[in-house]
């Protein structure tokens, strides 16, 4: 049985800083690569931020650009996303995704992802 686990999402100030997590049951988890995308309401889900499977070779996109930093721990089978100096255009509904590879480098595109969390909600009061 494959699973993730979101959990840390809520309510924020514009400025304020905040981490997700994603807890993983999957068969081998330093045999997969992961990922965190983002879907606000009457858009399209958008890529966010991934790392391979040492967690040296990270990913993000132009949006959170120096200010989001993710990260693993593979002994707890847990993987994170930290976000700082978070904006209200930062509000959505956050997935953590994950996807056996050969190569163990960073995906970027929603299609290369078979596995996905349930979301968990961010929301940045202005």
């Known amino acids: 049985q494959v699973q993730l686990v979101e959990s840390g999402g809520g309510l924020v100030q514009a400025g304020g800083s905040l981490r997700l997590s994603c807890a993983a049951s999957?068969?081998?988890?330093?045999?997969?690569?992961s990922g965190w995308f983002r879907q606000a309401p009457g858009k399209e889900r958008e890529f966010v931020a991934a790392?391979?499977?040492?967690?040296?070779?990270?990913v993000y996109a132009d949006s959170v650009k120096g200010r989001g930093t993710i990260s693993r721990d593979n002994a707890k089978d847990t993987m994170y996303l930290q976000m700082n100096s978070l904006k209200p255009e930062d509000t959505a509904v956050y997935y953590c995704?994950?996807?056996?590879?050969?190569?163990?480098?960073?995906?970027?595109?929603?299609?290369?992802?078979?596995?996905w969390g349930q979301g968990t909600q961010v929301t940045v009061s202005s």
């Open positions: 995704t994950a996807q056996p590879s050969q190569t163990g480098r960073a995906l970027v595109r929603e299609y290369e992802y078979d596995f």
């Open positions: 999957l068969r081998t988890f330093n045999s997969y690569v």
């Open positions: 790392i391979g499977w040492s967690g040296r070779r990270t």
